[in-house]
Nanobody
């Protein structure tokens, strides 16, 4: 089992930044960590993925150039730095752990409880 706890969400104005954190505990091995988001009435979508061992990163088009995913292996924590936030970034953000670097939610076995990000115009 892997336990994931997100933090760092909040209410900000357009153009601001936020840094989300996801602390992992439990089972030591996971191949990849992903950040997903889900807005009301929409499907859950992946914004960024990082492989745990090598730190290889992948981004959705909506995140490229604005979001940066990183990890601190010593602290078992994954981060999502979000810059130049837009109202359309408003969603609940989840981190997830899985055995494959994928943008598909079903490929991930463990999920955090989510943290709300609200961007006002």
């Amino acid at each position: 089992q892997v336990q994931l706890v997100e933090s760092g969400g909040g209410l900000v104005q357009a153009g601001a930044f936020l840094r989300l954190s996801c602390a992992a505990s439990g089972r030591s091995f996971t191949y990849a960590m992903g950040w997903f988001r889900q807005a009301p009435g929409k499907e859950r979508e992946c914004v960024a993925v990082i492989t745990w061992s090598y730190g290889t990163t992948y981004y959705a088009d909506s995140a490229k150039g604005r979001f940066t995913i990183s990890r601190d292996t010593a602290k078992a924590t994954v981060f999502l730095q979000m810059n130049s936030l837009k109202p359309e970034d408003t969603a609940v953000y989840y981190c997830a752990a899985g055995s494959k670097a994928s943008f598909t939610p079903k490929e991930y076995d463990y999920w955090g409880q989510g943290t709300q990000v609200t961007v006002s115009s």
